[in-house]
């Protein structure tokens, strides 16, 4: 692992955990509680949360398989500046925008 992996890595990491931080999924319904039970629930965890969560979680195993930094669609390098600014990026710079053009973003 090279040192900007390893850095991403730390970032991603530490991202990781702000995020899951003090969101927690919610346990299933019991229909024998009270209501207050259901208020001591803690809140779902938010799509776009789970979202990031996921992206991080992709990039983190790309850095482990030794594919961090090259584009998912092209395979060209995504460029140090944009892994620094998003490090869990999927895609470089050209990629993204035609897909976002394609899928109407």
């Known amino acids: 692992m090279s040192r900007f992996e390893a850095e ?7 991202r990781r955990r702000s995020l899951s931080h003090g969101t927690t ?15 001591g629930q803690p809140e779902p965890m938010p799509e776009d949360v789970r979202r ?6 992709a990039a983190l195993a790309r850095i482990q398989e030794g594919r961090y930094g090259t584009c998912l669609n ?14 869990e990026a999927r895609f470089c710079v050209a990629c993204s925008g035609s897909l976002q053009q394609h899928h109407g973003e």
């Open 8 to 14: 991403a890595r730390e970032v991603l990491l530490r």
């Open 25 to 39: 999924a919610a346990a299933p319904a019991d229909p024998s509680a009270r209501w207050s039970d259901y208020e």
């Open 52 to 57: 990031e969560l996921a992206d991080i979680d």
């Open 74 to 87: 092209c395979g060209g390098p995504l460029g140090l500046q944009r892994l620094r600014a998003l490090p």
